[in-house]
């Protein structure tokens, strides 16, 4: 998968994004390494309000594919790179833009790091990723158990909203 921003393919992944949700109600086994295969992390900072929040609901969606145990959309070996998502460069983002999303996503934001504090009280990251830093992994880990997240409970109905999933266009 190439790492470059692509407005138009974006926009298409997002409406897809957005239509599995709305016929589903939720996260439900999507399709993330083929036709909604794309770098969402680029979009984390994005001018566009909706670019950044489609952005962080898909990374909150590959995240919950893999704590529902419905797959594994990250890959483990660099050789994976065209077809799964990089878990360090979306680490790296949200990490970098966290106050920001914070502010403006707070629901988002919470349901990511309640995901993240859920895997990583039942996954070994560290094994997971072999080609991330052991380090930079474990700084991660620091960060994200050290957050106190009031709300545990993952609303996907106030998640939805904030992304606007529901919105009539």
Not at 120 to 129: G, R
Request: proline content about 2%; charged content about 25%.
């Amino acid at each position: 998968m190439i790492s470059i921003k692509n407005y138009t393919e974006f926009e298409a992944k997002i409406s897809l994004l957005y239509e599995c949700i709305r016929e589903e109600g939720d996260f439900i086994d999507f399709a993330w390494c083929t036709w909604l295969l794309y770098p969402y992390y680029l979009h984390f900072d994005d001018v566009i309000n909706r670019y950044r929040s489609a952005s962080l609901l898909a990374f909150l969606g590959l995240l919950m594919d893999w704590l529902d145990g419905s797959g594994f959309p990250f890959y483990r070996i660099r050789k994976e790179l065209h077809d799964s998502h990089d878990f360090e460069k979306y680490m790296d983002a949200f990490m970098q833009h966290q106050i920001t999303i914070k502010g403006e996503f707070p629901h988002i934001y919470s349901s990511i790091i309640s995901a993240l504090q859920n895997l990583i009280s039942s996954e070994d990251i560290i094994a997971t990723f072999l080609y991330v830093d052991q380090q930079k992994l474990r700084n991660f880990i620091t960060f994200i158990l050290s957050i106190e997240n009031q709300e545990r409970n993952m609303e996907f109905a106030l998640v939805f909203e904030e992304a606007g999933v529901f919105k009539i266009c």
